[in-house]
């Protein structure tokens, strides 16, 4: 086991781009929350590739990318979600963890507009 999250310069599964702080907020309110990753699915993130698997999305996408994002930076994320058909994408300036804690709500709203636009649209 190693740490999941943890200040830049730390041993830690996430140690940038305000993961430490995202995972303080997240957590406040969970007194058994323990800040641990098991090392096998630390090699299963890492051999993970979504993009794989884009050939089977056959329902419209609504993308929320953070410009700043050193984690999903959002030039990859926008050329692999490119072969969508039905796709869009919002570009918010920050960074990872924000669009989660400072944009949490724009995020939010976003989605749920675009959600509820699209159930409008099958209709």
């Not at 929320?64 to 072969?83: M, N």
């Amino acid at each position: 086991m190693i740490a999941t999250t943890g200040k830049p310069g730390e041993v830690a599964a996430m140690t940038s781009d305000g993961a430490w702080e995202w995972m303080e907020r997240m957590t406040a309110d969970a007194p058994t929350y323990r800040n641990e990753v098991t090392l096998a699915s630390l090699w299963n993130l890492a051999n993970y590739h979504p993009a794989d698997n884009l050939d089977f999305i056959a329902c419209p996408v609504h993308a929320v990318l953070a410009t700043d994002d050193a984690i999903t930076p959002a030039p990859a994320a926008r050329r692999a979600l490119s072969p969508i058909g039905q796709l869009e994408v919002v570009e918010i300036p920050q960074t990872h963890f924000e669009l989660f804690t400072d944009h949490l709500r724009e995020t939010i709203d976003l989605t749920r507009r675009w959600f509820a636009h699209d159930l409008e649209t099958a209709l």
